[in-house]
């Protein structure tokens, strides 16, 4: 990303609310919010390739923090408890679909947690986004999401509804749609509570 479309991001991040922050690796991230999160802390973690780049969840439980992670949950029942305590955590950490550079975060989720916990609960919001998720307007956001990200993140997690072969949304009904919720995050009433990084490597979907 250039220069110049980063400081227009920026500031109509600023304008709603939100701070934005320039990384040139993951690994700059993964320093930074190592640092940044108090130790005494709690956190919960959006399930997203990027983190798991990051390996940001053992980093965070090795150095005694207590993270609540989905994926350390060991059945269905874990899981969903995992992702209900996530919900209250001081902080939270999630990657995102897409960013806009008219200023808006845009998010599909499956059951739902990730997009309740950014929207409200948590205290502070850390999203890392990587520059290929970067686009110009929430239109071509929202197209991002539903034709770029829902196909790649069913494949992963094992669902197959129209968009995994056709490559495109069709606006499904499937019983293994993994769209159920659509987040437009617009602005933030809290000048502090969500921070958004952007990286110059491209990450996740
Ligand atoms: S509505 Fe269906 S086809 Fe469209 S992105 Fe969602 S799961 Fe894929």
């Known amino acids: 990303m250039n220069e110049e479309k980063f400081e227009k991001l920026k500031e109509n991040f600023r304008l709603r609310n939100v701070e934005v922050e320039y990384f040139e690796s ?88 990730s997009v309740a916990s950014i929207t409200f609960g948590p205290d502070k919001v850390i999203i890392v986004v990587g520059k290929n998720k970067v686009v110009d307007t929430v239109d071509n956001a929202i197209k991002r999401v539903k034709n770029i990200a829902c196909p790649l993140n069913a494949k992963r997690a094992g669902f197959n509804p129209p968009c995994v072969t056709l490559n495109r949304c069709v606006d499904c009904v499937s019983k293994e749609r993994v769209c159920n919720t659509l987040s437009i995050i617009e602005g933030q009433s809290d000048r502090n509570r969500i921070k958004l990084f952007i990286v110059n490597e491209e990450c996740g979907f």
């Open 26 to 113: 993951l690994e700059d991230v993964k320093l930074y919010i190592l640092d940044l999160i108090p130790m005494e802390c709690s956190i919960g973690i959006g399930h997203s390739t990027t983190l798991q780049m990051m390996n940001i969840t053992n980093l965070l439980l090795e150095r005694g923090n207590a993270v609540y992670d989905k994926e350390l949950g060991k059945d269905p029942e874990e899981r969903k408890n995992l992702k209900r305590k996530a919900l209250t955590t001081e902080w939270y950490i999630s990657g995102s679909n897409a960013v806009s550079v008219d200023g808006r975060i845009v998010n599909v989720d499956h059951s739902g947690n």
